[in-house]
């Protein structure tokens, strides 16, 4: 298998996705439209191409904190019953085009009440968007299962309240719960009490841990909090120490590092969200390289499509070209995530066998 996978062909491939933003991923082209019927004016540019531009650019930032605050323009328009369906389905059919099975969607629904909306109403608005978009996608023959993350906001103080909201809505799409917003100086443990309650429930979450801030962040993450998985958790590299940066075997394992390889703990590596946070310096020399050479855990997922201006197969292939990955890896980092996925065993299983690895047996025939 030495033909590198080229662009299309990854495209092609069924890939899964367990970190990607509703607010985070919008076409610019639907904000500027639900700008106009919601009457919000502060839109930084007034045409899809320079909004988009706008957005990447703005993300580029080298700093999580100003990243993030380019979400006050996507959130600014998700304030309405119908502004949410349709972002949601929209989200669907694109992550279908692109080639993606199986998605894990994330959102805040507090931050979508601006305009009067009650946290359930925000909940059943996008699950009726996803179930829709997944109805258009099956249509045009590239079906999709679109799971939910509920989000809380770490500076907040309604995890709690969230937490319950996702185990309320557990049987109708939402498959887990998740915190996120700035890193430092709100850590994981702020929002003990959501996790104990989730814990009790028997339900599934990640914590956005280890992106701008560093392995305590992680340590309590899993310590104190019990994560499933961990959102980037690309800082883990911090308790790693290689003698020859091209020889994993020369690596040394701290306890946390070796925990979470032992237990198997999935990472949602986002790379070019990292890149744009400085949470990694660039693409070529992302933590990826050496977590998947030590066998890690490791899934490849694109955090904010809108900001970085990226697809997941545009994740993949950057990957492809940075780091020599063939058929093989690609497949590897894809069953892992489907692995990792917040959904019933069974059903995990069934993707894998019914349509990972057909596809990918498919394509590799296709380019022996
Ligand atoms: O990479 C991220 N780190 C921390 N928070 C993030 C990241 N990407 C998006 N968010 C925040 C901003 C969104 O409004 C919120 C819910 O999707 O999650
Ligand atoms: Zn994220």
Redesign the pocket.
Known sequence: MSRKPTPEQIRRAPKVLLHD????GLRPETIIELADTVGYTGLPAADPATLGAWFTSAADSGS?DRY?ET?RHT?GVMQTRGALERVAAECAEDLAADGVVYAEV???PE?HLTEGLRLEEVVEAVQAGFAAGCRRAAERGTPIRVGTLL?A?RHAARSREIAELAVRYRDEGVVGFDI??A?AGYPPTRHLDAFEYLRRENAHFTI?AG?AFGLPSIWEALQWCGADRL??GVRIVDDITVDDARDADGARLGRLAAYVRDKRIPLEM?PS?NVQ?GAADSIATHPIGLLRRLRFRVTVNT??RLLGGVTLSDELAALVDAFGYDWDDLEWFTVNAMKSAFLPFDERLALINGRIKPGFAQLKWAVR
């Open positions: 933003h509703l607010d985070g999580l993030l979400f959130v994330r959102y805040a931050q989000t906001m996120a917003g890193e956005h992106e959102g980037h986002c969200s946070t955090d904010n």
